[in-house]
């Protein structure tokens, strides 16, 4: 089977591509070459790795989650801890590497799309650190959700800037940052927060993140001498999924991508783009997206803001078709219920984006032996959702 | 040999430049589109780009936008332009682009919107979010029915790029003239005019130049470089904000192309 499905540049099987104005083609190009260069640079992996090691906090742990396990009462579940991470969520793997390729490309001034706000705070942070310009694109519905974190990326030097065009949240976001980019490419960079858009962001965006999966290969081995029996992950753009998969795919171990549910697909307020869409083109590539009968775009839903997208990243798109991961989603009631367990359990407040991997697990775990392993991907933490949840509960809140 | 071809033909042996207006399907509505192009017709036009409304227009200016939403709002679609493109045909023979992002396209399905498109006298295309490396089946579906695929260089564009566009371009080449979106402020200086001039170096299309033209002493500039001046937002503005002016506008865009102001 044809696992990584990579054939005509820049695709997996039939999905991937550069849809994109023309004025960008240069731009990417100039990207790709600089990508390819500096991926085989002595020096710049060293002083990538340098700073994921002493900046980041990698390695994270590996963490086994006993209390959750015996809880569930099935196979015995370990937690990959990104949510210990500077800025608090895998984004940052992505943001720095990103960061210091723009330096050495020589850009001046970084731009970004953000949602919920931790790909905005971990460019910010990116951008603080090398020393370069940055302004964030933000949908004007989500900064009001998340207040804090446009404060956050203030403090560390960044102009957020309001969109308030379309449906105000991420999508416009990320028209507004691509508009930017088409206007200021010679000095700018454009800092992709996922495994999506225009050749070469999904395979650059999966190469920052591939330390996830790298990472746990080798913990897991420690830990239980052998591989898992599964791997789960959230799935909005799917960064963080790619990131832990992309170690696995030539082993038999069984992934399972969660997208967000909303509401439940038959009431079409949801983001999952496997179970509720069809192929289309968006935003620089070809992809599962929900869309309606014309083409356009529809709206999403989701409590978490980081899976609130119409579209997936294309790599996922080919594993989807090609079978060699499962997709499902947890509605927001069970991402919120698991987001309540963990937390009780484990002491660990996760993301509510990662509390959609949780569920999973949740479901999964009592029906499996108890000597099954299962990795699942704690992307962040959830300290950012904690006046939002709170706001859900009815309990008020001044945050 | 389609509208468009024939059009750059007379232009040329008149010894004149070709004046391009776009407008945003169904903005206000689709009967308005169909007087809308009359006016455009009347008034000296000799090619008419008609937008088509979709969710997400990324390389459209602030102006487009809003027009797209009204007309999405409204329930235009590109089967209700495609229609719509018919009914101008029963009166008129002006040469008529889409522009239209790929995503409605590829929905509807490449082949049958080309026929359909084809058979309701569309003369030409531009997807600006469909570079020529992305567009094999388009070209390959749009040569069988005569229809021109124009594709858009900028000021970004390598020779490389270049020599691929003008390649891959029937109809006429368009250059964008300033690194941006739709409707943000033009620049004519050096750069433009050598801009263009390195184009013709690898290509003897047709080259008309867009993004940006507002002001009549404006086009006759970009006139007097290219082949032909597209001017979409301020006349998409003018619509929605003083159409009693707009017929004025056009002619005076029409005089100083043609070099009579």
Known sequence: MQKRGKNKKGYFGEYGGRFVPETLVPALEELETAFRGLRRNREFTREFNNLLRDYVGRPTPLYFARRLTEHLGGARIYLKREDLTHTGAHKINNALGQALLAKKMGKKRLIAETGAGQHGVATATGAALVGLQCEIYMGSEDMKRQALNVFRMELLGARVREVPIGSRTLKDAINEALRDWTTNVRTTHYVLGTVFGPHPFPTMVREFQSVIGREARRQILRAEGRLPDYLIACVGGGSNAMGLFSAFLDDDVQMIGVEAGGLGIRTGRHAARFAGGSVGVFQGCKSYLLQDRDGNVLGTHSVSAGLDYASVGPEHAFLHDSGRVQYTYAKDKEALRAFELLSKLEGIIPALESAHAVAEAVKLAPKLPRDRVIIVNLSGRGDKDVAHVARIKGIVTEI | ?261
């Open chain 2, 1 to 261: 040999m389609n509208r468009i071809d024939r059009t750059f033909g007379k232009l040329k042996t008149e010894k004149r430049k070709a004046f391009i207006p776009y407008i945003m399907a169904g903005d206000p509505s689709l009967d308005d589109t169909l007087t809308l192009v009359k006016l455009l017709e009347d008034e000296g036009a000799d090619l008419v780009e008609l937008g088509v409304p979709f969710s997400d227009p990324l390389a459209d200016g602030p102006v487009i936008q809003e027009a797209a939403s009204r007309a999405l709002g409204r329930g235009v679609t590109l089967r209700k332009v495609i229609s719509t493109v018919r009914m101008i045909r029963r009166s008129s023979n002006i040469p008529i682009i889409l522009m239209t992002y790929y995503n409605p396209v590829f929905r509807y399905g490449l082949r049958r919107f080309i026929e359909d498109a084809s058979s309701s006298g569309v003369d030409g295309l531009i997807v600006p979010d469909l570079p020529p490396d992305e567009a094999a089946e388009l070209l390959k579906e749009s040569r069988r029915q005569d229809i021109s695929t124009i594709f858009l260089l900028a000021p970004t564009s390598t020779d490389k790029r270049i020599r691929l566009v003008s390649r891959a371009s029937t109809g006429f080449i368009y250059y964008v003239s300033i690194t941006g979106i739709t409707g943000s402020r033009l620049r004519i200086d050096r750069h433009l005019v050598r801009m263009v001039r390195r184009i013709k170096n690898f290509s003897n299309k047709p080259v008309c130049v867009g993004f940006g033209v507002k002001k009549p002493e404006e086009a006759a500039a970009v006139a007097n470089c290219s082949d032909g001046v597209i001017v979409g937002s301020s006349i998409v503005k003018m619509i929605k904000e003083k159409r009693g002016s707009l017929r004025k506008y056009i002619r005076d865009i029409r005089k100083a192309i043609d070099g009579l102001v």
